[in-house]
């Protein structure tokens, strides 16, 4: 049994992702933006008790990250894997529409929310 923690966890890849790894009988950290919109988690998480935990996390929020290793770190000392799954993409976006703050948004979710991720996790995926 892997301990995992997926960001993003709420739709989409993330969510399968929840689903196969509940599946295969893996303890899953689901990080989701919005818990309200966590239906299809609650679900997953009756499904497999015990083996998926919901945590509020917008990983570009400092202190919403450092909540979640809390949370995290409350049930478990080390984690097998991190999925850095959670981001954001401006559909339709051209050169004549691009929006500076979009992009910059972007960026914020899509590079430095991973990297801020990946640096609170360090610790317990080497342990």
Known sequence: MDRILIT????????????????????VFAGCRSLEQAR??????????GQITIIALEI???????????????ETNALD????????FAIGETLRT??????AQQW???????????QKALDL???
Do not use: H, W
Request: neutral net charge; proline residues 1%.
């Open 98 to 103: 691009f929006d500076v703050e979009k992009a």
């Open 60 to 74: 570009t929020d400092a202190t919403s990250v450092e909540n979640c290793f809390k949370q995290i770190k409350n």
């Open 8 to 27: 993003g966890a709420n739709r989409g890849i993330g969510l399968e992702l929840v689903r196969l790894c509940a599946a295969r009988g893996d303890k």
């Open 108 to 118: 914020t979710v899509n590079a430095i929310g991973q990297m801020l991720v990946a």
């Open 125 to 127: 995926l080497k342990a």
């Open 81 to 88: 894997i991190l999925i850095n799954n959670a981001a954001i």
């Open 40 to 49: 299809e988690l609650d679900v997953l998480s009756a499904q497999y008790p």
